[in-house]
């Protein structure tokens, strides 16, 4: 799977208004990735689709500064979140954020979080949010660790 394809369905879907340049940075960092870590974005990226399709949520490049799990600061991410008109996301209103680093992970909201999930296999944030500390696992169970899949 070419995760560029993944990128431009993100951007042909009606949930987006990223334009092919915004989407550029991304698309560098996915082809510097090996080619299983490419394979994990873009089943996360796939995953995250689905969430846009489902809950009509837009893309959005942002950088949190503060307040997310350990390593996830201060890198450019991808945000998956219903947006305001001025393109701030609503209060409890995202769904996914995708930091362009590696090693690979993703950040949700601790509002999502499942039952099932137990503290070792997840990484908290000092905001409420968390990600999993196996990627791998959650792509395998997404249900395992939140309650949107």
């Given amino acids: 799977m070419d995760c560029s394809q993944v990128l431009v369905r993100i951007l042909g879907s009606k949930a987006t208004k990223l334009s092919l340049d ?3 940075p ?14 994990q974005m873009c089943c996360v990226l796939s995953w995250g689709v689905s969430l846009n399709e489902s ?4 893309v959005k490049f942002v950088r949190y ?8 600061n201060n890198v450019h991410t991808l945000l998956l979140a219903v947006l305001e008109p001025s393109g701030r996301a609503v209060a409890d209103e995202w769904l996914l954020r995708i930091p362009l680093k590696t ?9 999502r979080i ?10 908290r944030g000092e905001d409420p949010n968390y990600s999993p ?3 791998e696992d959650f792509l395998k169970r997404p249900s395992h660790y939140t309650q949107m899949s």
């Fill in 26 to 39: 991304a698309v560098e960092f996915l082809n510097g990735l090996d080619p299983k870590s490419q394979m």
């Fill in 55 to 58: 809950q009509q949520a837009e």
């Fill in 133 to 135: 500390i196996d990627l």
């Fill in 65 to 72: 500064g503060k307040g997310q799990p350990p390593g996830c």
């Fill in 103 to 111: 090693p690979l992970t993703v950040v949700l909201p601790e509002r």
């Fill in 22 to 24: 915004e989407l550029s």
């Fill in 114 to 123: 499942s039952s099932s999930v137990t503290a070792p296999e997840i990484a």
